[in-house]
């Protein structure tokens, strides 16, 4: 059996045995799915559970749709995307910045060293108690959880991505004259820093979506604000809507990610 | 004939850990203008240091370095490393146009003298590649394009070919000599190749000790256009070979 197929395997371009194999790898994925939609709609529908415990997955569509007229659905969106880049951006700001100061100057690095010790175990939700009482249930609150959130993942990715970058690099910049903190930061560091950076962003991207949830559910108008009212009238077909507006829009910002990150490193080999 | 470089006494100690090494001493070198010298020696006699010092990447502990160069430019020298460096997130053209940033120059500009620059090298056709797409021979000639391109007056070498393959470094070895006939520029080329040496140069300076320092420096007479079967003098190729490997053979055999 094992020598027909060592036999058969020259007679297969490289590239199309890519592409059947591509195929087939997309053809399981879907039949994966469909099995995993089958059983889920079979437990509700043979009793198994209580549909109000469970839904399957066909009284999805018209909760969807009954979010979607009374125009819930597309305020939950909105609330919960600008939260999520706010905190996103704001996050991310701070994170590089402190990561490449700490991560190009030791006396930075030592400052802060004890600090960073002391706070980074903290979760970001830890912070819900200061964060309402800073800024009351209002989306401020909830940009600052996700900010938190964000800033010690690409706070360490960029620290760490500075710490690596290759001296002979430095030295590079040296031999040419440019000796000065800004000129090896924009010539050497951050785009050396790069690939570094973005995989903590990425990272990050993914923390944010997270930390919206939770800093939602404590009652700042958005996805998770929505799940939790709907869950209180145990309307779990919403809830279910909502889990999967969330999946969604992770899955649409990550490839969207993705794409940038592929264009900002096309250098790479 | 008056001197581009002036090297006095020059001594450079390093200290690591609490411990000192004193990787030169005593070191004088007069380089005239428009010389192609080569420094020979063994590993870690400290040729590369001089040259550090002379980029500036390293600081004389003792002695004194005169730079005479005619232009108040600010970027008198230039160096080639061992390794090309070139930095993996810009084109070849933008690589090669590194050093003339901060200088008040246009991006237009800056390409265009780049793009002369890999011109002289023979690679004006690749300056919109990544340096991952190109051979270890081209990354090299794109690395000495970045030095020319900032119009240096002495070019630094450290070991600029050792890293090559036999075919690549002997077309980058003549197509050097080329340069250095058209451009006129003072050559400070580092390595521990003794047919390299005598083969590129006019004068030949060979370092030797703990620390190091220079014994010996010869002129190098053989007419150009050299051929690589010509034979350099035999005398002075045994006197380097004498100082380098005590009669072991070449420094190469030393250095690995």
């Given amino acids: 059996m094992a020598l027909t197929e060592t036999a058969a395997l020259p007679a297969v371009p490289a590239a199309r045995r890519a592409r059947l194999n591509a195929f087939s790898s997309v053809g399981l994925g879907a039949a994966g799915l469909l099995a995993f939609l089958l059983i889920w709609q079979a437990v509700p529908s043979l009793g198994l559970v209580n549909p109000m415990m469970l839904p399957g997955p066909l009284a999805i569509p018209a909760a969807f749709q009954s979010e979607l007229a009374s125009g819930m659905w597309f305020s939950a969106v909105t609330g919960s995307l600008s939260h999520y880049t706010l905190g996103l951006v704001a996050g991310s700001a701070l994170g590089i910045a402190l990561g490449v100061l700490t991560g190009m100057s030791r006396v930075a690095e030592d400052l802060t060293a004890w600090v960073v010790r002391v706070l980074r175990p903290i979760p970001g939700l830890a912070w819900a108690p200061f964060a309402i009482i800073w800024f009351g249930v209002t989306p401020s609150a909830a940009v600052f959880i996700i900010t938190i959130s964000v800033f010690w993942i690409v706070f360490f990715a960029a620290h760490g991505a500075v710490r690596a970058v290759d001296r002979d690099l430095l030295e590079v910049a040296e031999a040419f004259g440019f000796r000065a903190a800004h000129e090896k930061l924009f010539k050497i560091y951050l785009p050396a820093a790069m690939p570094g950076i973005l995989v903590g962003l990425r990272t990050a991207l993914g923390q944010a979506w997270m930390a919206v949830v939770a800093a939602e559910i404590f009652g700042v108008p958005g996805l998770g604000h929505r799940m939790i009212e709907a869950s209180a009238l145990l309307a779990t077909d919403i809830v279910i809507v909502y889990m999967l507006t969330m999946a969604a829009l992770y899955g649409l910002l990550d490839s969207l990610f993705l794409l940038l990150q592929n264009w900002l490193l096309r250098w790479k080999a | ?256």
Avoid: C
């Fill in chain 2, 1 to 256: 004939m008056e001197s581009v470089i002036n090297i006095q006494g020059l001594g450079l100690t390093f200290e690591r850990d609490g411990r000192r090494t004193e990787v030169l001493r005593g070191l004088d070198l007069a380089i005239p203008r428009g010389a192609f010298v080569a420094i020979v020696g063994a590993s870690g006699v400290g040729k590369s240091t001089l040259l550090r010092v002379l980029i500036g990447l390293a600081q004389a502990s003792a002695g004194k370095v005169t730079l005479d160069t005619h232009s108040a430019q600010r970027q008198p020298v230039a160096l080639v490393f061992q390794d090309s460096r070139l930095l993996p997130w810009r084109r070849v053209i933008d690589n090669v146009a590194f050093g003339l940033e901060g200088r008040g120059l246009s991006r237009s500009d800056r390409h265009a003298k780049a793009l002369d620059a890999l011109g002289i090298v023979g690679l004006a056709h690749l300056a919109r590649r990544w340096p991952h797409q190109l051979s270890g021979g081209q990354r090299q000639r794109v690395a000495l394009a970045r030095a020319l391109a900032v119009e240096p007056e002495v070019l630094l070498m450290d070991e600029p070919f050792s890293a090559l393959d036999a075919i690549s470094r002997e077309s980058l070895q003549d197509e050097l000599t080329r340069i250095w006939q058209v451009t006129g520029k003072t050559i400070l080329f580092v390595t521990h190749d003794i047919e390299e040496a005598t083969y590129l140069a006019d004068r030949v300076v060979v370092l030797a000790g703990a620390p190091g320092r220079t014994v010996a420096d010869h002129v190098i007479n053989t007419p150009r256009p050299r051929r690589r079967d010509d034979d350099a003098d035999a005398a002075i190729v045994a006197d380097i070979r004498r100082h380098l490997g005590g009669g072991k053979g070449s420094a190469l055999a030393e250095a690995a």
